[in-house]
């Protein structure tokens, strides 16, 4: 069971850049405590936009984001993200890696490393420690970026596109590893995904944004209760349904967008 509180609000939440690019308009939508929720949509909806904005990292331009009802106005320690392309140091080695976070807010060196040691093990990266990203595949980099964000042990764990990135093998090994941690120790998720197929997988919820400027379309309960197997997923007959309903709501605006291509083109 998720939690019954809301973790993350945003209300009517708008972001411009420079004078006419709206990234989303009047977005709405909360986050209940310990909740996975994913999120797909059109490209350049502003999803990951959004995550930034939620982190902190970038303003809204217009309404309020608030994480446990304080407003969003810079990172927050309770909030971690990970992003697509895994944002490792190359000079620094894995250990190092997971541990950055923790030296900057100033967690003292022993204790420090003994939990980068365990969210390491975690992710199943033990005997790596010492290793530098190059020396390791895209899915076992992937693997530090999410133990460097564990290991600050955040009340949000904001994902954008996390598995974009590693072959489609590689992608179903870190989705189930995702799940088995996050059942484990549940923090409230929010997944930016591509793929309906994972939303479905990873998601309590699945919010469908429209094209640009975003703005939730709808909201979608998964019926799939936790501990999750992907494999009997893929079996059961409502995945299919709830593939076809939420392709069926981006179908809809994708057409839309190449008739104003087309006709805009003459």
């Known amino acids: 069971m998720t939690g019954t ?83 490792l140091f190359p000079w620094m080695t894995v250990v190092d890696n997971v541990a950055y976070g923790l030296r900057v807010s100033g967690v003292k060196k022993e204790e420090r490393l003994a939990r980068a040691e365990r969210y390491i093990q975690m992710v199943d990266l033990t005997g790596f420690e010492k290793k530098y990203p190059y020396q390791l595949s895209g899915g076992m980099q992937q693997r530090v970026g999410l133990a460097r964000a564990l290991a600050m042990e955040p009340e949000v764990l904001l994902m954008d596109e996390p598995f974009a990135s590693v072959d489609a093998q590689t992608r ?42 975003g703005r939730v379309k709808q909201i979608i309960d998964i019926p799939f209760g936790h501990p999750r197997k992907i494999s009997e997923i893929f079996e059961d007959a409502r ?21 104003i291509t087309v006709d805009a083109e003459g």
């Open 239 to 259: 995945f299919g349904e709830l593939r076809n309903q939420i392709w069926g709501q981006l179908r809809a605006d994708a057409s839309a967008e190449l008739t």
């Open 172 to 213: 179903e090994i870190l989705q189930e590893q995702l799940l088995q941690i996050w059942e484990t120790n549940r923090r409230t998720m929010v997944f930016i995904t591509h793929s309906i197929e994972e939303a479905i997988l990873m998601g309590d919820r699945v919010a469908v944004l429209s094209t640009r400027p």
């Open 5 to 87: 509180g809301v973790m993350i609000a945003i209300e009517g939440g708008t972001k411009v850049f420079g004078e006419d690019v709206v990234a989303f308009d009047d977005f709405n939508l909360d986050v209940r405590e310990r909740e996975a929720l994913c999120i797909v949509g059109p490209s350049g909806c502003g999803k990951t936009t959004l995550l930034r904005c939620i982190d902190g990292l970038i303003p809204l331009t217009r309404g309020t984001i608030r994480v446990r009802d304080e407003v969003v106005t810079r990172p927050h320690p309770s909030v971690a993200l990970v992003f697509q392309h895994f944002g």
